[in-house]
C-alpha cells in the first residue's frame, strides 16, 4: 500500500505561480512511475506531467514550458511547479503513485483556481 497526499493549491491570478507538493508513505520503494493529473469541472481526469523512475519526464502540450515537475527521492515528494498559470489551468490536482502490477494510487486532490 500506498499512501499519497498532495498539498500547496489555492487562488492565485493569472500569470502567477503555484507549487504543488506531492508526499508518499508506505510501501514507496515499489513505486516507478509518478504523476501530476488535473480534473476540471465536467471533464475528464488528464494527465498533466510524469515522471519516471528513471528521471525521464513528460508534459501535457498544454503545459509544456510553464510546468515542471520534480522528485526527491530522498524525502519520497514529487513536486509540481507552475509559471504563467492561466484560468483555464482551474482544476482539482491529483497526485499518482505506479506501483508494480501496475497498481494506481491517488491523492484526495488539490484546488488550483486561476481568476483575477
Known amino acids: 500500500q500506498v499512501q499519497v497526499v498532495e498539498s500547496g493549491g489555492g487562488l492565485v491570478q493569472p500569470g502567477g505561480s503555484l507549487r504543488l507538493s506531492c508526499a508518499t508513505s508506505?510501501?514507496?520503494?515499489?513505486?516507478?512511475?509518478m504523476g501530476w493529473y488535473r480534473q476540471a469541472p465536467g471533464k475528464q481526469r488528464d494527465l498533466v506531467a510524469i515522471?519516471?523512475?528513471?528521471?525521464?519526464?513528460n508534459y501535457a502540450d498544454s503545459v509544456k514550458g510553464r510546468f515542471t515537475i520534480s522528485r526527491d527521492n530522498a524525502k519520497n515528494k514529487v513536486y509540481l511547479q507552475m509559471n504563467s498559470l492561466k484560468p483555464e489551468d482551474t482544476a482539482v490536482y491529483y497526485c499518482?503513485?505506479?506501483?508494480?502490477?501496475?497498481?494506481?494510487?491517488w491523492g484526495q486532490g488539490t484546488q488550483v483556481t486561476v481568476s483575477s
Open positions: 499518482n503513485a505506479k506501483t508494480r502490477g501496475p497498481i494506481d494510487y
Open positions: 508506505g510501501s514507496i520503494d515499489t513505486i516507478y512511475d
Open positions: 515522471i519516471r523512475s528513471g528521471g525521464s519526464t
